[in-house]
């Protein structure tokens, strides 16, 4: 199962993920950090991924 991960160094804070995924994203100290890796389910992680105006989302094979 693919997990979403936040490359902190590219993240600028836009919060296009948090509003797309509210059960996987949050915003934390101006930086998106995942909170839900297993909630992709509940919306689509892979838009939220498109959408990031830096590209700092992609997912690991964990």
Do not use: H, N
């Not at 979403?4 to 949050?26: A, Y």
């Amino acid at each position: 199962m693919k997990k979403p991960v936040v490359d902190f160094d590219l993240c600028i804070g836009c919060g296009s993920c948090i509003e797309l995924c509210p059960e996987v994203f949050e915003l934390r100290d101006e930086k998106a950090w995942v909170i839900g890796e297993d909630k992709c389910s509940t919306c689509d992680c892979q838009e939220v991924a498109d959408i990031c105006p830096t590209e700092a989302i992609t997912f690991s094979e964990e």
